[in-house]
């Protein structure tokens, strides 16, 4: 499962950070998104992994650490209400500068 | 207990709530007059100050006070912790946010909605973020404080500003990323997020856990250096700060103080002499690109073709004096902690004195390109002329008291001594060509020149009165009371010094 986890934080990482480095809004936004994904799962990790204990100490035999849950929480907010935050400042910068450009400026085809 | 120990307990908390209470307030006034909105604001501005002076006197003898919220013990519940380097933050914060908010008062705030309201929010996270002692707290207020400023620095719109906005939101976004990773790299190396608790634990780290715990100390320092324009991160702070407002880059000249602060609490507390396998981490970083960054604030001021832009790289040559100060240790952060509150009055000043020079040159704003003479240019050009010996460090302000610290603080490092004079005088030669070209550079004012409106030939409106005048007299403060702030700033460079005090005072109930 450790592998799994590795690997999906890593991939979503590495995409988030490749569509961050695009030229035009929209991919950055959603580089942006898989970023915060790639960095909740990553919290989650942080407590190290366990299965099927609850996070609370004294229920059961073992427990899950319950800091990275309240953590990852908190993040999960804030990344939503920032992602709102600039979706609606991406579509502003479109109408503004008349095109989406992350400098405003249409310098050719690349995209 | 009695009535006085039951508020002095409740003061800490108090520079946090008066900002979040006053802007929930304002938000209800949202529809009132803009007059009962202002008035409200520079209140709230006051009574800030009051409870910021209340804190500073209560820690000026080398007490903590700690705040456990919910009243749940350290290091299991959030506290926060006002030493002297909290209080001394708070303080500065607290006088140049009124200043700001009443140059704000003289048509800004009018640009767009909900003006005081992101304002006092900003004021909300940046006090909850220097007095917080817990690493994720302060990642939530620095969001608090962030999403604020996007508001604040988009408010009045327009393309440049928008497109400025875009980027400095995009490289936060990014940077609040980087901050979670580091954090949960922290926490999941030392099993907690207590400042006290993770500096008490640095000593004894397991050495499993080593390589963890300095992956995650130096992403931190990479997003605390992204707050603070620390090179190669400052590429977003000159087209934010030029192109926002003039009273929000005022108050965003404390921004970069904030990123500051984080770097001298983490390099001090958690990497400090007592942190074992860790301590030292941000040493081979600090010193270079501090120094590099006061390269390119000097080249930048140089290159700037408008006095905003001027500003903004002068706001980036003090972030490198300053980081370069903490990196030259105890002696070194008392002198960068008297020339802190200097370089964030002098910032702002000179950002207010553009917007005022802007004003009243109608045909070429505050580019340095030709025009009629503005009225009463005797007296602008005079209050300029005493902004730039400010914001360079000549005698005989206190910018000059805080350099000349500095370089006594940096006996073996010919280094420092070379890169921070040369650069003030780069700083010299970019500020003359700026004052020249602004008030001595005058053309015959041409038919085709628009005539100045009646009202604009005032020697000054009462806003630009009481904030630039504020401004000038908190620096005149700092020149003559130099005493005992750089008495101050010492006692605190020494509590710094001793990560030991800190963890006693949060942690000393619970061992």
């Known amino acids: 499962m450790e592998i799994l986890i590795a690997l999906s934080i890593g991939v979503l990482t590495g995409c988030g950070v490749y569509l961050v480095l695009r030229a035009r809004t929209f991919p950055v936004v959603l580089g942006l998104t898989l970023l915060s994904y790639g960095v909740n799962l990553f919290l989650f990790a942080t407590g190290r992994l366990v299965i099927g204990q609850p996070p609370v100490i004294g229920l059961a035999s073992g427990h899950a650490d319950p800091l990275p849950q309240a953590l990852v929480l908190t993040a999960i907010v804030i990344g939503f209400a920032m992602t709102a935050f600039v979706i609606m400042l991406s579509l502003r910068a479109r109408a503004e500068l008349g095109n989406d450009h992350v400098d405003g400026r249409d310098g050719g085809s690349q995209a | 207990m009695t009535t006085s120990l039951a508020f002095s307990g409740h003061l800490v908390i108090a520079p946090v709530l008066v900002p979040f209470v006053a802007g929930v307030l304002l938000l209800m006034l949202r529809d009132q007059s803009l007059t009962l909105q202002?008035?409200?604001?520079?209140?709230?501005?006051?009574?800030?100050?009051?409870?910021?002076?209340?804190?500073?006197?209560?820690?000026?003898?080398?007490?903590?006070?700690?705040?456990?919220?919910?009243?749940?013990?350290?290091?299991?519940?959030?506290?926060?912790?006002?030493?002297?380097?909290?209080?001394?933050?708070?303080?500065?914060?607290?006088?140049l946010a009124l200043c700001a908010v009443i140059y704000a008062g003289g048509g800004t705030d009018r640009q767009g909605r909900h003006f005081h309201v992101l304002f006092q929010m900003q004021l909300f996270g940046l006090a909850g973020a220097f007095l917080t002692g817990d690493l994720f707290n302060l990642f939530v207020f620095f969001e608090i404080l962030l999403i604020a400023s996007y508001g604040l620095a988009l408010h009045g719109g327009g393309p440049a500003r928008t497109r400025a906005g875009l980027h400095y939101v995009v490289m936060n976004l990014l940077g609040s990323t980087v901050f979670l990773f580091a954090a949960g790299l922290i926490y999941s190396a030392m099993g907690s997020l207590n400042l006290a608790d993770l500096a008490a634990k640095a000593a004894s780290l397991p050495l499993d856990n080593l390589g963890l715990a300095r992956a995650?100390?130096?992403?931190?320092?990479?997003?605390?250096?992204?707050?603070?324009?620390?090179?190669?991160?400052?590429?977003?702070?000159?087209?934010?700060?030029?192109?926002?407002?003039?009273?929000?880059?005022?108050?965003?000249?404390?921004?970069?103080?904030?990123?500051?602060?984080?770097?001298?609490?983490?390099?001090?507390?958690?990497?400090?002499?007592?942190?074992?396998?860790?301590?030292?981490?941000?040493?081979?970083?600090?010193?270079?690109l501090a120094l590099a960054t006061l390269v390119v604030g000097m080249l930048g001021a140089l290159a700037a073709e408008t006095m905003g832009r001027l500003a903004a790289y002068l706001v980036l040559a003090s972030v490198g004096t300053l980081l370069a100060a903490i990196a030259l240790g105890t002696n070194g952060i008392a002198a960068g902690l008297y020339y802190l509150p200097h370089s964030t009055f002098a910032a702002a000043l000179m950002f207010l004195l553009s917007d005022a020079i802007k004003r009243r040159r109608t045909a070429s704003g505050d580019s340095f390109k030709p025009d009629a003479d503005m009225p009463h240019y005797a007296l602008w050009g005079g209050v300029f002329f005493v902004a730039a010996v400010a914001a360079t460090g000549l005698p005989p302000l206190s910018g000059f008291v805080g350099k000349f610290l500095i370089l006594q603080a940096a006996p073996g490092h010919p280094w420092v001594w070379a890169i921070l004079l040369i650069s003030a005088l780069g700083i010299v030669v970019a500020l003359a060509r700026a004052g020249s070209h602004v008030f001595f550079n005058s053309v015959k004012p041409s038919s085709a020149t628009p005539q100045l409106p009646g009202q604009r030939a005032s020697l000054f409106a009462p806003y630009e009165f009481f904030a630039i005048g504020g401004l000038l007299g908190l620096i005149l403060a700092l020149t003559l009371g130099a005493g005992p702030a750089v008495d101050f700033a010492r006692a605190t460079a020494l509590q710094l010094a001793d990560p030991s005090v800190y963890i006693n005072a949060v942690l000393g109930s619970t061992r």
């Open chain 2, 38 to 95: 202002r008035g409200l604001a520079v209140l709230v501005g006051l009574i800030q100050i009051g409870f910021a002076l209340a804190l500073l006197i209560a820690v000026a003898d080398d007490t903590l006070l700690t705040y456990r919220l919910g009243d749940w013990p350290a290091p299991w519940g959030i506290v926060l912790v006002a030493d002297r380097l909290a209080a001394w933050m708070v303080l500065i914060t607290s006088l």
């Open chain 2, 216 to 288: 995650g100390g130096l992403l931190l320092l990479l997003v605390f250096g992204l707050k603070a324009a620390l090179l190669p991160l400052h590429l977003w702070l000159p087209n934010a700060y030029a192109g926002t407002s003039a009273p929000v880059a005022a108050l965003f000249a404390v921004m970069t103080k904030m990123g500051i602060y984080a770097i001298l609490r983490t390099h001090t507390l958690l990497f400090g002499s007592a942190a074992g396998d860790l301590a030292g981490l941000f040493e081979p970083w600090l010193m270079p």
